[in-house]
């Protein structure tokens, strides 16, 4: 390497890049390093499970993208687990990344929870740093880039998810480069990053669909620009026709799957039946979600720059006048006076943005009671999008002693939010939860079906367990989940006696729960002949009428 290129590599705007970057790797470790090896349990440990399975369902079909997979025969759509399937083979949004999952998995011959994790956390980081970028681009300024990205790396919310399994993450990187790519397209006019800006949202709404928001809305803007004569039509329809198409084609896809083979996943939408549903969700989130999505510090940082951000952007106004946008600090430092106040400021981008997210949160509302990550897939983003957008409007004192009160800040103020996070995810992480029970009992028991000489081929009815692939995935065999689901004894009935009919070669079940819930499984417990056992479960064949009057009776027998 010549002396040129080291002196360029440790320039000043390169090595506040580097310092960036470094600051965020640091952060992830600290708030994530402790889960990397950790299966999907606590917070929403049945949709992880569900998305891990998905990359092993790829290992286990040859590797064919286009039929994804889990562990299980009787899914939760149609006939909430009461009907079986002849395959494993469910719909789901596009699973690129469970793939790349598979892929790596087959190649370095780990199967364990790390790969996954490790792959969604570098993803997760590369979207991170993308949005930096587009802060830079936002804001110009170094320490309120680093500032934002701080409020989205320490959401609690986000560093719960951003080493987990669920496509909420991956979607949202995705969507970052794309932004980036979209915003240095409306500053440069290079046709190259208006395609790639396209392709990347694209992409991010098949992996989770409810990104097609963000897609819309820069068509959106994108249309208005062209009516405004500010921008072109016709170079830039076939990117959004090959975009629009992708995303149809694999939506008609995934219909055919779901009509053959059944879902695990929700597909239809979730809007309030009645006034009660828009108050008991309100209230769900205000008492479960209040620091979950943002910390307190993050609240009040957030609060502080929206006021200063709207004050700056009153005063910018009053003082060169209506005929100058007051958010023309976002477009390119090189553009004249007269071209700023011609072109259509990024403001309108935000309000499409937020009009359509405000339509999806409607469209899905009775799911934000219990799936803290839609928050993700919906306000997360615009809002630190939008405070970066203010931000850029707050002027930047110059001066040594300036920038480093404002680096003294990020620290403390940094610090604060990663330790309320990093608490978030420790309390998540500790409690009562069946997930985690679920992992302590099957655990190594694929090792011990070897040993009892039962075939990897063998088809297990797992009664009692929840959530639904997480035995299967650790037995290494396929079969059918009887899942603890609602409190109506007549619906663990049905699907009970429902379960006796599928065509299973064993019976998996937890000690514990036939101890505890031998009334509530009756239909099937009552019948359990045991064949090998372990301090934590029991396989099973199914006598042809009742043997067990009591728990103690199978336990004795």
């Given at each position: ?12 705007d ?11 790797i ?20 049945w ?42 083979i ?23 929870p ?29 320490v ?5 990205t ?13 080493a ?18 979209y ?38 803007f ?9 921008s072109?039509?016709w ?7 090959a ?76 003082r ?20 700023r ?7 309108w ?107 990897r081929?063998?088809k297990i ?19 059918y ?15 009970t ?59 004795n027998?």
């Open positions: 390497m010549k002396s040129s290129d080291i002196n360029k590599l440790f320039s000043k390169n090595g506040s890049l580097l310092v960036a970057a470094i600051v965020f640091m952060l992830s470790l600290v708030l994530c390093g402790r889960t990397l090896k950790d299966f999907p349990a606590y917070t929403h440990g949709a992880q499970s569900d998305w891990y399975a998905i990359a092993h369902g790829f290992v286990n079909n040859g590797y064919d993208l286009f039929h994804p997979e889990t562990m299980i025969y009787n899914k939760q759509f149609p006939g909430t687990w009461s009907e079986a399937s002849e395959t494993t469910t719909s789901a949004d596009f699973p690129i990344h469970e793939y790349i999952v598979a892929l790596l998995m087959g190649v370095s011959g780990n199967y364990e790390s790969v996954f994790r490790t792959w969604t956390l570098l993803v997760s980081l590369i979207g991170l740093w993308f949005f930096f970028l587009l802060c830079r681009r936002l804001t110009r300024s170094w309120k880039s680093v500032g934002i701080l409020l989205a790396i320490a959401s609690p919310v986000y560093a719960y998810y951003m987990g399994f669920i496509p909420s993450i991956p979607a949202l990187a995705m969507i970052m480069a794309g932004l980036w790519a915003v240095k397209y409306y500053q440069e006019e290079r046709m190259t990053f208006w395609h790639l800006s396209v392709a990347l949202l694209s992409l991010g709404a098949m992996v989770r669909t409810s990104q097609l928001v963000v897609l819309v809305a820069v068509c959106g994108e249309l208005l620009r062209v009516l405004r004569k500010e072109t039509f170079n830039k329809l076939p990117a959004v026709v975009g629009f198409a992708a995303i149809g084609g694999y939506m008609l896809w995934n219909a055919h799957l779901r009509a053959e083979h059944g879902t695990l996943f929700l597909s239809e939408l979730m809007p309030p039946r009645n006034g009660e549903d828009w108050t008991n969700v309100v209230e769900a989130v205000k008492e479960r979600y209040m620091y979950s999505y943002f910390g307190l510090v993050q609240q009040i940082v957030i609060a502080v720059v929206a006021a200063a951000g709207l004050i700056a952007l009153a005063i910018h106004h009053f060169i006048g209506s005929h100058i946008s007051p958010f023309t600090s976002h477009l390119h430092p090189k553009d004249t006076l007269e071209k106040g011609k072109k259509l400021p990024l403001g981008f935000a309000v499409l943005w937020l009009l359509g997210e405000f339509l999806f949160i409607v469209a899905m509302w009775r799911q934000f009671r219990d799936h803290n990550y839609y928050f993700l897939d919906c306000l997360w983003l615009p809002t630190l999008a939008i405070t970066a957008l203010l931000a850029a409007s707050i002027p930047s004192p110059k001066g040594r002693w300036w920038t480093l009160g404002g680096i003294g800040m990020l620290v403390v103020l940094g610090g604060h939010m990663v330790w309320e996070a990093r608490t978030e995810i420790d309390e998540r992480n500790s409690c009562w939860d069946l997930a985690q029970i679920n992992v302590w009992h099957y655990w190594g028991s694929d090792r011990w079906l070897d040993e009892v000489g039962v075939s081929d063998a009815l797992s009664v009692a367990s929840y959530p639904q692939n997480s035995p299967f995935l650790m037995m290494g065999r396929k079969g989940s009887v899942m603890w689901f609602g409190e109506d004894q007549m619906d663990v009935t049905h699907l006696e429902k379960a006796l009919e599928f065509p299973f070669d064993y019976v998996v079940v937890e000690n514990y729960a036939v101890s505890e819930f031998f009334e509530r499984y009756k239909a099937i417990m009552s019948r359990l002949v045991r064949v090998e056992s372990t301090n934590d479960l029991s396989l099973c064949t199914v006598a042809d009428s009742v043997v067990n009057k009591t728990a103690d009776d199978f336990f027998r």
